[in-house]
């Protein structure tokens, strides 16, 4: 087992789990998986109503989220000078006058997430931070480039100094059922990530059911992930609740019988505080408040910090806020 | 604590619900209420306490009924349900749908109180009893406009006495009152003595809908308040409520010809099997047993687990168990509210603690010291023969044990003396919809639990009671059909007149098991002509006879799973076969009733043998459409074994109109011939031997009624009994019914006329309902 020992801000215990080493395909596991779709939504409706956050641990939870945001731009129209401003965002993310008024001196968000041409520049840009750079890899967001260089891109960006990659599977084999397929490419991709972590990204919205997402969950985490992903912000249906609960049972499962704890990341479509408030209650209900922390969540967003600056501001002084009133990413 | 701290723990911290304004309500009543009759509360009398669970605190003094405050509901009741019933359809519709809105309007004001007054957290009574409520009298608003057009021919029962629990106030009093009204009738209701809030509130609702004085009349109290409503001036009792208590109510209607609906207790199965998507298996059982405190009739009580997951099952259970959260019934937060009261606490506490057997697991997290909380209990291990496998505890705690295949999961669940429902979870379609039908349970859930609608018929069999709420099949609980009745004329014994008869002496005997079998006494009964001649003699059937008679029915079971077609068949080639001897048996006829109407007689026969034929195929039941991604099967089932004492006014027809429809449905029959014509029935053996009638369907006896009648009644093994005896028996069978709660359906000493009865009637009495939850979705 490997613990990583990178410096990380106080509010950031970035990691302090063992890596997820992997293990052997275990095919009669995966067939086993079941995701009873109509029971996983009644779970995922309920939820709401069932768990409720007010007044300052609704701020609590509020700064907590922001920590577990991997603060994204996936553009074509990326520029050097565009990600800077992000990466500016994500050293301060809330205003100082409202950090202060929570009882905050300082707090950043837990990963900038670009593509590789911009990993060199958001490295620059958070030198000193702590604040690691996550690159998608792997030709995302589709991963149907040729495979080799597919390996070679996760290789440049972690040479580039990504800490994190994230990457995409190949959705046809999960699709055609070609498991050993998923376990081989992730195994090569987690290879190639060597100290980075990387992060799987199984773009649910195109595997069909949810069957599909819990045995491709699984292979993942089998082949040694240390994140399992929802999205890649680009499928027609990102994260969605139901998804991530198949998900997060998977995870459970997997720690429990592995001992071995995996990340979660939704991403795609999480926009407002009070989706991120469900997000952090669903994941405090499955898979317990150790998973509350960004070494083992993330949110991967790019406007819902807009969204919480907001309500913070609502929650300091009373008066709903405005969104020219908080500093752009 | 600064919100870095709480940053740090990430607790959930209080989300508590306010209940000012449901406390300002109960203080504009000063906190004394007395009971809503004609319109209007009384003044507050001797009272009662109505307290709130979780902390002790009175909410409200409440009036306990006299005898002259039930006298007084029943009246402006009765004086009121002319006019509501003349009102119309879609008159009432409209009072229906004015009580929807405001109960839609005032939801807040009533999740609160009912919340205060039973302890249930206020997520459920704001996400689902609420909302439950204002369906049912949307969906009933809509019955009351179709009422004309759609059920032409029945008409409303008159006055209904409803009792309702504490578990659900306000969603019984939804489900017994929006029927009710509905169809014509008017209500004198009686809320539990724990939780009689809200149905204060919505007596005050009924008029700021401007509902006419007298259609809903509240009186409150405890269980002798009860008594008083069962034994009043109605038409009508429905109750919800313990098995002991309904056995009681039937004991004391028995007779009364007031039509009867109860609801009573379970001890359901919840089934999971080893393909079943055990992570939601196991959420579910949190909706099933940790719902409402587990005080839920229809809670999923009795978990059964396939063996070989059975210790992940149970693993995966008690660490959901350790997260649930149980506390202050209003904060928004909670899963687990307080028990109604401190006896219940009591009640709960003394079954567990006398129970040795098996392991417990008690969830494994911080219960309020005061206050009736009971934490979330498992007790793992057990087998059907431990007492908390077969009990009730209507709290909190779960019992489970494990089977290993199908067949074996089917006859755990139906090890009970219950049937009100069933759970079940398993991926594959073809093994959930196979066992579904299995099980002794009015309601199914697959792949679910705790699903209601008001479109979805809801009730049980066995010792949980007979009849429905919610949907179609609901509506017949509070109409009956449009008829004018008449006294049964009794018969004087005719005097004995010896003459002898030329031809050979054909004593006919008992028909059992598919067999002519001699009575056990060894004793005949002479059967003479109205003018005294002797005609034959019949077997004088007795306990014995029906003990062997309802075993051989019992044992032909198999007809039940037989198709509708097959079944049809048979039943025309009785009519085939009675029609080749019509003219013999027209003859016969003629002779025992002194009559010329026998070819007649005879004739309506085969028309009832070609309409049960008809219909053995055709009563389809329906898909109910319940607001879920999935259908809910209404299905129609067969009662099983029926007993039926057969009429004198028509000795043939009488047989034949009971007989057809309850087989045509898959039921087997214990009939006990007309008493003083029976040899029309015993000549009809021969037409069912050769009928390709399987043993054990059609079982006849002879005798005397009053011998046989109540031993059938009283037969726990027996589903139905139906008796249409010139003997005046209605209330003997109604009273030894109540020992295993078996349906009824009797004279009261009023005659039938059998060429008009409608056979929809007879196959509503033939026919059970049971609604099957199928949720999916890709």
Partial sequence: ?329 | MTVKEKFETMDYGPAPESDTEAQAWLESFERKFGHFIDGAFTAPGPAFDSRNPATGALLAEVTQARQEDVYAAVKAARRAQGKWAALGGPGRARHLYALARLLQKHARLFSVLETLDTGKPIREARDIDIPLVQRHFYYHAGMAQLMEDSLPDVEPLGVCGQIIPWNFPLLMLAWKVAPALAMGNTVVLKPAEYTPLTALLFAEITRQAGLPKGVVNIVTGDGTVGEMVVKADVDKIAFTGSTAVGRRIREVTAGSGKALTLELGGKSPYIVFDDADLDSAVEGLVDAIWFNQGQVCCAGSRLLVQESVAEDFHARLRRRMDRLRIGDPLDKCIDVGAVVDPVQLARITEMVEGNTAGERHVAGISVPTSGCFYPPTLISGLGPADSLMQEEIFGPVLVSCTFRTPDEAVALANNTRYGLAATLWSENINLALDIAPKLAAGVVWINATNLFDAAAPFGGVRESGFGREGGWEGLTAYTRPKDTRKQLKQRAAPQRNEVATTVIDRTAKLYIGGKQARPDNGHSLPVRDPAGRLLGHVGQGSRKDVRNAVEAARGASAWARTTGHLRAQILYYMAENLSARAMEFAARIDAMTGGRKGAQEVEFCLDRLFTAAAWADKVDGRTAGVPIRGVALAMKEPVGVIGAICPDEAPLLGLMSLMAPAIAMGNRVVLAASEAHPLAATDFYQVIDTSDVPAGVVNILTGRHADLAPTLAAHLDVDAVWSFSSTDLSAEIERASAGNLKRTWVNDGFATDWASLKMRCILNHATEDRTIWIPYGA
């Fill in chain 1, 1 to 329: 087992m490997t613990r990583e020992t990178r410096l990380s801000p106080m509010q950031l215990p970035q990691v302090t789990e063992p890596r997820n080493p992997g293990m052997e395909l275990d095919m009669g596991w995966v067939r086993r998986a079941q995701a009873n779709s109509s029971a996983i939504e009644r779970r995922v409706a309920t939820l709401p109503g069932r768990r409720s956050v007010k007044k300052d641990h609704q701020a609590a939870w509020l700064l907590r989220a922001i920590t577990c945001i991997d603060l994204t731009t996936l553009a074509g129209d990326d520029t050097t000078e565009r990600v800077r401003r992000l990466c500016a965002k994500g050293r301060h993310p809330v205003r100082a006058d409202l950090l202060q008024a929570l009882g905050f001196d300082r707090l950043s968000v837990a990963a900038i997430c670009v593509y590789h041409d911009m990993v060199a520049p958001a490295v620059a840009a958070l030198t000193g931070s702590g604040i690691p750079v996550a690159a998608v890899s792997t030709g995302f967001p589709a991963g149907l480039s040729p495979f080799h260089l597919r390996v070679a891109e996760i290789g440049e960006s972690v040479q580039a100094g990504a800490n994190e990659i994230d990457i995409v599977i190949s959705r046809r084999h999960v699709l055609s059922g070609d498991w050993q397929a998923l376990y081989d490419e992730m195994r090569a991709f987690r290879a190639a990530c060597g100290e980075a972590h990387v992060k799987a990204i199984l773009a649910t919205g195109e595997l069909g059911t949810l069957r599909n997402v819990a045995r491709a969950s699984l292979v993942c985490m089998m082949a040694g992930a240390d994140f399992i992903k929802t999205s890649t912000g680009k499928e027609s249906v990102n994260a969605t609740l139901p998804v991530s609960l198949v998900m997060i049972r998977a995870i459970r499962e997997y720690h429990e019988r592995t001992g071995y704890r995996v990340g979660y990341k939704p991403a795609g479509g999480i926009s407002k505080a009070k989706d991120a408030l469900v997000y952090l209650s669903l994941i405090k209900e499955e898979l317990g408040d150790r998973w509350l922390r960004p070494d083992l969540f993330r949110f991967g967003a790019s406007s819902l910090l807009g969204d919480i600056e907001r309500q913070l501001e609502h929650h300091v002084t009373g008066a709903y806020s405005a969104a020219h009133r908080h500093a752009l990413g």
